[in-house]
């Protein structure tokens, strides 16, 4: 399984496609849909989010409300686009029109310098449109065909943010479906009313001072069987290569497992899972503190992965840069973004580890129908019970 997405965000629409989907597998851009409404949502969002409706459009790969095996091919229009036809135009512009919306004082923090350089582009705006995080609204849409798949398994996906501007949240042991009822009615997806409160307050405030805020979202994937990943070798550990999709999303600097970094303050005794035989012929842990991963391989607890995001690098009060053309000290350019979009990409994270685990999912059950995975998948538990 593997996607490529395409597009810029205020180009005419961003594009994906999906390769590696079984067939016979429900789908219909309704699922789609939903995830990227759940993406639009959370306090802090600026004035984009109110020009977009997001949706996807199917268009390869699905016949009659089924998949077929053939590649997904969808796309998602920017309706933003209207608005920047000169700027984005594909085919060169009349003579004076090139330079404007032009970016040559790059944002620190952002890829606009580094990019300009290794692209060689005079005009940032080359390394901005296409490094936006606009582009994770393809990969949710790519997530989402992930979950239909899992679903088919009983495997769910939650998440919630755990802080925000250092305001940290308070924990609850909450069921998933709990979880996520709660978590969709806060503006912020937060389980804490109190932290709520504060939390929105500390945006209110970055938005005045010109600044933006960071924070930590949790995701928890419930239902894999043991044994997603391999021991075997370095790049099938499922958890490494669900490390490398969280902090493949724009201004991810970081990622755990479980009790995570705590795990150096601790003795072994308590850092991992005593193992026990269920009632129900059951091998579980009595813990779940390395988040459902141990040798590289899911355990059958549940998946508990962490991750950071900085806050977001354009700032109305713009940090120190320097004009590219003068190279004189100037301030950064001030484009239009969010104060706070961790509550979105608590989504965009969960969206990554679904199609990761769905990634496992197949490489562990192959087949190319639905029918040929879950013979597979059945099997393979007949096994596991019996062992
Ligand atoms: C967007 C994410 C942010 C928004 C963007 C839409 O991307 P960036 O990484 O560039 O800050 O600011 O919208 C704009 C660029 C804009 O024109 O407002 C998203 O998640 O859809």
Redesign the pocket.
């Known amino acids: 399984m593997r996607y490529l997405t395409a597009g810029e965000?205020?180009g005419p629409q961003l594009t994906a496609i999906v390769e590696g989907m079984p067939s016979n597998l429900p789908l219909t851009a309704e699922p789609i849909n939903e995830q990227l409404e759940r993406?639009?949502k959370g306090y802090g969002?600026?004035?984009?989010?109110q020009?977009?409706k997001?949706a996807a459009q199917l268009l390869g790969g699905v016949r009659h409300g089924k998949t077929t095996g053939a590649p997904i091919a969808l796309v998602v229009e920017n309706k933003?686009w209207k608005a920047w036809t000169t700027v984005m135009s594909i085919e060169d512009v009349e003579e004076g029109s090139e330079g404007k919306r032009r970016l040559n004082r790059p944002r620190p923090g952002?890829a606009d310098l580094n990019g300009g350089l290794k692209y060689n582009q005079r005009d940032m705006r080359n390394i901005?449109e296409r490094?936006?995080?606009?582009e994770?609204?393809v990969r949710v849409a790519c997530g989402a065909i992930a979950r239909q798949l899992l679903e088919q398994f009983g495997i769910k996906v939650a998440s919630q943010v755990i802080s925000i501007g250092g305001i940290q949240v308070e924990r609850q042991e909450l069921p998933l479906e709990e979880l996520r009822r709660v978590t969709e009615e806060s503006p912020v997806r937060v389980v804490d009313k109190n932290a709520e409160e504060k939390i929105i307050a500390a945006i209110d405030q970055a938005k005045k001072d010109g600044d933006t805020l960071g924070g930590v979202v949790e995701v928890i994937v419930e239902g894999c069987p043991v044994g997603l990943g391999s021991h075997v070798q370095w790049d099938r550990k499922i958890d490494g290569r669900i490390a490398q999709a969280v902090l493949s999303i724009?201004?991810f600097k970081g990622v755990e497992f479980g009790i995570g970094f705590e795990a150096a303050n601790r003795n072994g005794s308590k850092v991992h899972d005593e193992i026990i035989y269920s009632e129900n012929g059951e091998f579980r842990r009595s813990t779940n503190r390395a988040g459902g991963i141990e040798g590289g391989m899911t355990t059958g607890m549940p998946i508990v992965v962490r991750g950071v995001m900085k806050p977001?690098s354009?700032l109305y009060k713009p940090l120190q840069s320097v004009d590219i053309d003068t190279k004189e000290a100037f301030t950064a350019q001030v484009?239009?973004?969010?104060t706070c979009?961790v509550p979105?990409a608590g989504v965009v994270m969960e969206s990554v580890v679904a199609w990761e685990v769905a990634r496992a999912f197949m490489e562990k059950f192959g087949g190319d129908s639905l029918e040929e995975i879950r013979a597979n998948y059945e099997n393979y538990m007949a096994q596991v019970r019996a062992y």
């Open positions: 965000t205020h993406r639009q969002r600026g004035k984009r989010m020009i977009e997001d933003d952002h901005l490094s936006s995080a606009r994770t609204t724009q201004a977001i354009t484009e239009r973004s969010d979009a979105a």
